[in-house]
């Protein structure tokens, strides 16, 4: 007999987690709590409430989080500037911290013994539901159905899901497995089909939320960031929550062809795998951040951020929100935004995302310093002999020795 007798399930109604549903009762002889959480994605929320409903399911939480999601989750993350491997913006990666955190939360308010995933024994997502929910509650226990399970292939489950009389969308029954998806305030993600062929280009219909750069105006849209300790407060001077300049960068980024990634990528369990993603809001602020750092960072902070970001953007793909390197990684890189203010004109053009403009009451910016004009005297240009000669000391010392 288990000594399970109450799972909370991430829940989003979709082929693998539906399925999960039916196998924990099965299995587990076990009540289920489903929990779906609205960090964006929408459309994916009713058909989950209604799918938990029909399987009989009497506790089921889907609860708003877009706002905590994107306040204290993606706005921390992109002061840093983070993306993985020089492309990914980490849309998936950043929402698993918060939705591990919200399954042990539940668990402790309905006395649940355990909780339980969708993700794959080959994915990611494993490692960062369970890294996440063990550093919140190391005596959780977490039943994850693919490494247990026989199913082998989305096929092998889709035939569960008829047997069982359960509803599947994105499904084929012929043509290959359907892409396996992943949406929120952030990003949509495709994996799978045609996609597994690494020389396949990716099929124009799968894009669902940007529309292709050659369909996009022919018209540039201009955009006025504002900014506040390194986030972004207001567009073209409309105070905004974090979420809700998501939304608005999403839908303008994306009627602008902005956003689009197809990659290959190392996961953290040691293989390489192929992923296409939507990122309109995310590429926008990455590119305005950047741009308005420039101008306000000192040259040598900046340089350190750079350095670390690869380490931090990894912490982050690899699960490890929640552990103290990434707390004292985010302390030093909050601290660098004190003076990160201002606001940053970007212009939007057929996929492309450009700085077109900055300025700043913080900026570090001198005009009469870099000018090629006159400067009156602010800078003395025969002090770089001496500046030079000192650096190339150690070359020069070097060179004798050849």
Avoid at 295 to 317: F, G, Q, S
Wanted: with cysteine.
């Amino acid at each position: 007999m288990s000594d399970v007798n109450k799972v909370v399930l991430a829940y989003s109604g979709g082929l693998d987690t539906s399925i999960i549903l039916k196998w924990l009762e099965e299995k587990y002889q076990c009540e289920v709590v489903t929990f779906t959480a609205d960090i964006g994605q929408g459309e994916e929320l009713e058909p989950a409430r209604a799918k938990a409903q029909a399987m009989g399911i009497k506790e089921i939480y889907i609860e708003d989080l877009r706002e905590e999601f994107a306040r204290d989750y993606v706005f921390p993350m992109f002061r840093a500037n983070a993306i993985y491997e020089g492309e990914y913006l980490l849309g998936t990666s950043i929402a698993r911290p918060l939705i591990a955190k919200r399954l042990v939360e539940i668990a402790a308010e309905t006395g649940a013994q355990a909780i339980s995933h969708g993700a794959t024994g080959k994915g990611n997502d494993q490692v960062r539901f369970e890294i996440g929910a063990y550093a919140l509650a190391p005596d959780i226990k977490i039943i994850a159905p693919w490494r247990e399970w026989d199913f082998t292939s989305r096929e092998g489950m889709i035939a569960y899901a008829e047997q069982h009389g359960i509803p599947v969308d994105y499904k084929k029954k012929s043509g290959g497995s359907p892409y396996s998806m992943d949406a929120n305030a952030l990003h949509i993600s495709y994996e799978g089909g045609i996609l597994e062929d690494p020389w396949a280009e990716a099929e124009d219909s799968m894009w669902r939320w940007t529309r292709s750069p050659q369909q996009a105006p022919d018209t540039p849209r201009y955009l006025e960031l504002s900014y506040r300790q390194g986030d972004i407060v207001a567009i073209d001077g409309a105070p905004m929550t974090p979420y809700q300049v998501m939304a608005t960068l999403n839908e303008i980024g994306s009627e602008h062809g902005v956003g689009r990634l197809d990659m290959v990528e190392n996961r953290y369990v040691g293989m390489k795998a192929r992923g296409c993603y939507e990122t309109p809001a995310g590429t926008i602020m990455l590119r305005a951040h950047r741009g308005i750092e420039s101008l306000t960072l000192d040259r040598n902070v900046a340089h350190l951020k750079d350095e670390l970001m690869p380490r931090y953007a990894e912490m982050i793909y690899n699960g490890y929100w929640w552990s103290p390197e990434r707390e004292m990684l985010q302390a030093m890189i909050d601290q660098s935004q004190q003076r990160v203010n201002g606001d940053v004109r970007i212009k939007l053009y057929k996929g492309s995302v450009d700085v077109v403009g900055r300025r700043s009451d913080d900026s570090l910016f001198d005009p009469g310093l870099a000018t090629f004009e006159d400067d009156e005297g602010a800078y003395n240009q025969q002090d770089a002999a001496g500046f030079i000669r000192l650096n190339a000391l150690r070359l020069r010392v070097a060179a004798g020795r050849k």
